[in-house]
Nanobody, 126 residues
Framework: QVQLVESGGGLVQAGGSLRLSCAASVPSFSAYGMGWFRQAAGKEREFVGAISRGGLNKDYADSVKGRFTISRDNGKKTVYLQMNSLQPEDTAVYSC???????????????????WGQGTQVTVSS
């Protein structure tokens, strides 16, 4: 069983930055591609970005490209989401997810992942 625990959310002013972390409790973290999703109040869950098992290949939603960066540390079994130039429309609950993928393959943009974290709230004030 894979457990994912997000941290790093909070309240930030527009233009500010936050770094989210997602720690995994799994023997073989490097066997999983990882994704970040977000869900704002009253809206459907939205793809934010994803990273391949080795961390070399990444994909981002157009809405965050150039502002958000995904990275991972397989030794620490953790994936990160660095969020810069935050805007009020970025306010949401952010969740990480794990998907068993082949090496080098970026997990998809649809929420067909194997495991999910509980999420962490990010609130951006104007």
């Amino acid at each position: 069983q894979v457990q994912l625990v997000e941290s790093g959310g909070g309240l930030v002013q527009a233009g500010g930055s936050l770094r989210l972390s997602c720690a995994a409790s799994v023997p073989s973290f490097s066997a999983y591609g990882m994704g970040w999703f977000r869900q704002a109040a009253g809206k459907e869950r939205e793809f934010v970005g994803a990273i391949s098992r080795g961390g070399l290949n990444k994909d981002y939603a157009d809405s965050v490209k150039g502002r958000f960066t995904i990275s991972r540390d397989n030794g620490k079994k953790t994936v990160y989401l660095q969020m810069n130039s935050l805007q009020p429309e970025d306010t949401a609950v952010y969740s990480c997810a794990a998907a068993q993928t082949s090496y080098g393959v970026i997990p998809g943009r649809s929420p067909n992942y194997d495991y999910w974290g509980q999420g962490t709230q990010v609130t951006v004030s104007s």
